[in-house]
C-alpha cells in the first residue's frame, strides 16, 4: 500500500524557516517524480513544487521560487522541502503527492494527509 | 502560465441527478506527438486531501464509479456525475499536466438541492 506521510509543518514567523519531509512507502520511490501542493485555510488547491526522480529537473511556482528548495533522498524513500523567508501567505496545508505514473505526468494518485504551516507572529 | 478557469463556482444538484463542472484552460493542453489531453479531475471532500478521479481528460482512475466521466479536448472540459449520490458532495478541481506551473482550477463546489 502507498503510503505518504508528511511531518515538519508548526507556527512560525515571517522571515522564518521550515523544512517539511515526507515519507514514503510502499512503491519504489525512486522511480516516481514527487510532488508538493498546498491548500491556504478555505482556499483552493496550489501547486508548490515538482521534482523528477533522479532529481534531473525541479519546478517551482512563482510565488515560491528562490524561497523554497524541493530535494529528495532516494535512498531514504524521502521527499524534503525548505521554506525560507516564510510570509504569511505561505500559511496552509502542505501536501505531499506522488503521480500516478512512473512513465508520464498524468495526476496526482497519492497524496499524504497534509501538515499545517501557519507563519504569524 | 496556463490559466483553468472552472464553472460555475457552486452548483446544487438533486439526488439523481446529472452535475456537470466546466474547466476552460487558456492554451491547449492537447500534446500533439501523444493525442492525449493533460487535464487531470479531483475530488476534495473537507478535511481530506484531493482524490484523483479522471486523468487524460476522460480516462477514470481505478476505483473511481462509472458515474464519473470526462470528456473534452483542446482547451475546453467537462466532469459529468451522471446520477449524483449523496457522497459525492465535495469539492471539485481541474489541473493541467501540460506544463509547468501545473496549475490547478479554482474548485466548484456541488451540493445537494
Known amino acids: 500500500e502507498v503510503q505518504l506521510v508528511e511531518s515538519g509543518g508548526g507556527l512560525v514567523k515571517p522571515g522564518g524557516s521550515l523544512r517539511l519531509s515526507c515519507a514514503a512507502s510502499g512503491f519504489t520511490f525512486s522511480s516516481y517524480s514527487m510532488n508538493w501542493v498546498r491548500q491556504a485555510p478555505g482556499k483552493g488547491l496550489e501547486w508548490v513544487s515538482s521534482i523528477t526522480s533522479s532529481s534531473s529537473y525541479i519546478y517551482y511556482a512563482d510565488s515560491v521560487k528562490g524561497r523554497f528548495t524541493i530535494s529528495r533522498d532516494n535512498a531514504k524513500n524521502s521527499l524534503y522541502l525548505q521554506m525560507n523567508s516564510l510570509r504569511a501567505e505561505d500559511t496552509a496545508v502542505y501536501y505531499c503527492?506522488?503521480?500516478?505514473?512512473?512513465?508520464?505526468?498524468?495526476?496526482?494518485?497519492?497524496w499524504g494527509q497534509g501538515t499545517l504551516v501557519t507563519v504569524s507572529s | 502560465d496556463i490559466v483553468m478557469t472552472q464553472s460555475p463556482d457552486s452548483l446544487a444538484v438533486s439526488l439523481g441527478e446529472r452535475a456537470t463542472i466546466n474547466c476552460k484552460s487558456s492554451?491547449?493542453?492537447?500534446?500533439?506527438?501523444?493525442?492525449?489531453?493533460?487535464l487531470a479531475w479531483y475530488q476534495q471532500k473537507p478535511g481530506h486531501p484531493p482524490k484523483l478521479l479522471i486523468y487524460w481528460a476522460s480516462t477514470r482512475e481505478s476505483g473511481v464509479p462509472d458515474r464519473f466521466s470526462g470528456s473534452g479536448s483542446g482547451t475546453d472540459f467537462t466532469l459529468t456525475i451522471s446520477s449524483l449520490q449523496a457522497e459525492d458532495v465535495a469539492v471539485y478541481y481541474c489541473?493541467?499536466?501540460?506544463?509547468?506551473?501545473?496549475?490547478f482550477g479554482q474548485g466548484t463546489k456541488v451540493e445537494i438541492k
Open positions: 489541473q493541467q499536466h501540460y506544463n509547468t506551473p501545473r496549475t
Open positions: 492554451q491547449s493542453v492537447l500534446y500533439s506527438s501523444t493525442n492525449k489531453n493533460y
Open positions: 503527492a506522488r503521480d500516478l505514473l512512473s512513465t508520464d505526468i498524468v495526476g496526482y494518485a497519492y
